[in-house]
């Protein structure tokens, strides 16, 4: 299993067609999207016909839901990192995602978690 980033989604779609043939590679259904990712694409949402297209793709992937493990290993990576790296509260829930179930992150802003220790991060 392979966990995207917001910042794929919403390449895919500025029809950005070398992150879907990335993600046609990958294959649908080895990737999966987290309750943020979930969460950021739908607020981004420009109307009601651009968050029904966005729940119309989310749909096609399995969700990996926010546990309290994941909580507080995103907490503990706040704290180590918000102030050296920036870290904010959606990457940081992501990361502990990817962490907490062991699965590569794709993510097109590698500089935003590649401090992050044993986090894999998905190699184009």
Known sequence: MILCDTNVFIEIFRN???IEAI???IGHEN??????VKSELLFGAKDKKELQSIKNLLNNYRTLSI????????A???????????LN?????IAATALYHNVELFTLNIKDFRFIP??????I
Do not use: G
């Open 16 to 18: 950005r067609f070398e």
């Open 31 to 36: 990737i999966v999207i987290s309750d943020v």
């Open 89 to 93: 509260i959606p990457d940081s829930l």
């Open 118 to 123: 044993n986090l894999k991060l998905y190699q």
């Open 67 to 74: 546990q309290h493990e994941i909580s507080r290993m995103a």
């Open 76 to 86: 503990d990576l706040v704290e180590q990192y918000c102030l050296s790296h920036k």
């Open 23 to 25: 993600i046609k590679f």
